[in-house]
C-alpha cells in the first residue's frame, strides 16, 4: 500500500458513496487507474465492505452495554461454542477475545433495560459463565469507523 492508496482508503472512510470520479481528482488520479488501485484494495481484503452507518438514537436503540465475560472454561471446545452463540445474537456488535482479569468483552445495543434483560438472561442460560459483569454507557463521546492511516 502507498500514499495513494492511503488517500484513498482516507476519503472512502469519510464516505463511501463518494463517485469515483471525485475520489480520484481528490487523490490526483484519472478516474480508471483510481477504479483499478480499489478494486484491488477490495479484492485484498484492505475493504472489507461498504456500509450506511446508522444512528442507533434514531432508530430506538438508546442502551449500550458494555458486558465483560469470565470463562467458566478455557478450552477449545467451550472457546467455540461461547464465540458461535454470542455471534449469533445480533444485539452484539462487537466481540473480543481480552488479555487481564477479562475473557470477553461484547458491545451490546439494546432498545432499553428491559430488552437488555431479556438478552442477559439468554446469556446467562444458554452457556456456562463464570462471571458476567455489565457496564452501561450514558452518553456516546466518539464513535468513528476510520483508521488513522500513515502513508
Known sequence: MDAIDAKIL????EDASISVAELAQRVNLSQTPCWKR????ESSGVIQ????????????LSLTAFVAVEAYDHSET????????VSGIPEVMEIY??????????RVVVPDM???D???KQLVKAIPLKNV????????IKSTTAFVLRS
Open 78 to 85: 467451550w472457546m467455540q461454542q461461547f464465540a458461535e452463540f
Open 38 to 41: 480499489i478494486q484491488r484494495l
Open 10 to 13: 482516507k476519503f472512502l472512510q
Open 114 to 116: 428491559a430488552a437488555y
Open 97 to 106: 477475545r481480552m488479555a487481564g482479569d477479562v475473557d470477553y468483552i461484547l
Open 133 to 140: 459483569t455489565s457496564r452501561f454507557a450514558m452518553e456516546r
Open 49 to 60: 465492505r461498504r456500509v450506511a452507518l446508522v444512528d442507533p438514537d434514531k432508530i430506538g
Open 118 to 120: 431479556s438478552f442477559y
